[in-house]
């Protein structure tokens, strides 16, 4: 692990055109990586979500990172070196759009100018900050190696000399009809002052100010443009030496830290994200993540859900789950619109953001480091490839068998919903074996009862109802012994749907 990657080993490091995982739309982890980046779309995040990890040790390298973050002082002297790296970015894209020369010459040493503030005051900070995290301890290393060696130290003192001899520049402009003159400023009088001081006197309390103040632009015009051009011949030793530092610092932004500014807002970003969500009562925490199939997670709940009712007085679900040898998969019945797809994506959701070293929804969490997350959500019929609704699930099941492997992770959601119940049940056994064979840990949301008892390694988890209520959903899933009970009847009830109702209404 070098510090030119903090985020990634070599093994590790995000291709810009990746494309997002197969299971991100099934998950609803496009939800998620969306809303996380929106504030930061410049650093161009997405791909970093995009890349799982499979080194425990890297995803706990990641999670020393993330604790150290969560240190206020040390986040805002980060958000703030990022700021004004952010500036830095915004006068060198200047430098390359504007037409005059030496305008695009100031705009470059005020970049550089910047850019020196920044790492001068990033340094500086973190020598106060108490790190504990191998990222960021070598982070202030590089620093304080950085802001001491010679490149740095003179790019510093130049731009501030070239600076200084331009703030010496002062001349006059003389306009009279049509023409004018640009000559050096001979300490000729200010006769404002004392224009002013002499309407003092005709001063009646506090008065409006009519003058408008001229902003600051980025631009210039021609004729600002030909003031200019005569001012460097009246001061031509000032703008020389712009001309000197330009041409001998073309490239003054130190690649390790412009990759360490885009890199630590994946961090940041994510961080901004629990910190909204801890203000709504929920609790984040740092996963255990290994090779063990025995995973659990205590008060889990769906990120993506939690995101949409963020400004929402409705309350977000928590759940717990808990597979123990020889326990592998968790098959989830019960009432429709229960939570059940809700929590089949929660558990999706907490091993892949685990698998990137990040905190994950819950009290406590231990996580099983999968190569792989399978998925089998329902989907429209699609004309394009002429199959069946059936054919197309046994379609994409084949494809999923045909790639996993027994460190994978599977979630099936109302397979076979298309069939009849016997083909159902035939077919669902057949793929629960297979599964089973592979050891595969996962969820698989049902209709089939028969399958929560199919054996030692699959738990029976149903999503509860209210008792005196059966058309109240809690959306708790809890583990027990699947019930067989739909609940169509309460639902039909709950909207005038039952037979007798729908005849009571047709005679009125």
């Known amino acids: 692990m070098t510090f030119f990657s903090i985020l ?10 990746e494309a997002a995982p197969a299971c991100f739309s099934d998950l609803n982890l496009d939800q998620i990586v969306k809303a996380v980046t929106a504030r930061k779309k410049d650093y161009r995040l997405a791909p970093f979500f995009y890349t799982p990890l499979r080194s425990a040790e890297t995803i706990r390298y990641r999670h020393e990172v993330m604790r ?47 850019y020196c503030e920044a790492i001068g005051s990033l340094a500086e900070n973190l020598a106060q900050i108490n790190l504990t995290s191998r990222g960021l301890l070598a982070l202030r290393e590089y620093l304080t190696q950085y802001v001491t060696s010679p490149a740095f130290q003179s790019l510093t003192a130049e731009a501030c000399k070239v600076k200084e001899g331009l703030a ?29 001081k002499t309407f003092a006197k005709f001063q009646q309390g506090a008065v409006k100010d009519y003058r408008s103040e001229l902003g600051k632009a980025s631009g210039m015009n021609h004729i600002e443009a030909k003031i200019l051009e005569f001012v460097t011949l009246l001061y031509p030793e000032a703008f020389a030496a712009l001309d000197r530092f330009r041409a001998g610092h073309t490239q003054f932004v130190d690649e390790a830290l412009r990759t360490f500014d885009r890199e630590i807002q994946f961090y940041i970003a994510y961080l901004d994200g629990m910190r909204d969500l801890r203000h709504k009562g929920l609790i984040f925490c740092y996963p255990e993540v290994g090779a063990s199939k025995e995973v659990f997670v205590r008060d889990g709940f769906d990120l993506a859900l939690a995101q949409t009712l963020l400004f929402s007085e409705k309350p977000v679900i928590c759940n717990d789950f808990a597979l123990t040898n020889p326990e592998r998969v968790m098959v989830v019945t019960g009432p429709n619109q229960g939570g059940k797809t809700t929590f089949a994506r929660m558990f999706g959701q907490l091993h892949y953001l685990a698998s990137l070293g990040l905190p994950v929804p819950g009290r406590a969490a231990r996580l099983f480091l999968c190569d792989n997350i399978f998925t089998h959500f329902e989907r429209a019929e699609d004309i394009r490839n002429l199959r069946s609704k059936l054919q197309d699930d046994l379609v994409r099941l084949h494809e999923i068998f045909s790639r996993a492997t027994p460190d994978s992770l599977i979630i099936l959601n109302e397979v076979f919903a298309s069939t009849s119940l016997k083909d159902a049940v035939f077919m669902s056994k057949e793929i629960m074996r297979r599964a ?38 809690t959306f708790k899933i809890v583990r027990r012994p699947a019930d067989g009970l739909a609940y169509a009847l309460s639902l039909a009830e709950k909207h005038r749907l039952t037979y007798a109702q729908l005849k009571e209404r047709i005679r009125l």
């Open 168 to 196: 010496g520049v002062r001349y006059s402009i003389i306009i009279e009809s049509g023409k004018f003159k640009v000559l050096k400023y001979e300490d000729e009088p200010d006769y404002s002052v004392e224009v002013e």
């Open 436 to 473: 089973l064979e592979l050891d595969l840990p996962g969820v698989w949301v049902t209709f089939i009862d028969e399958l929560a008892s199919f054996g030692e390694k699959t738990v029976s988890m149903v999503s509860a109802i209210v008792p005196e209520d059966p058309a109240r959903r």
């Open 68 to 114: 150290d973050l969560e240190n206020e002082s040390l986040l805002a002297h980060i958000e703030t070196f990022a700021e004004k790296m952010v500036i830095v970015g915004r006068y060198l894209g200047l430098v390359e759009k504007l037409e005059f020369h030496h305008h695009k010459q100031g705009w470059f040493l005020d970049a550089a100018l910047v």
């Open 8 to 17: 990634f080993d070599n093994d590790d490091l995000p291709k810009e055109t």
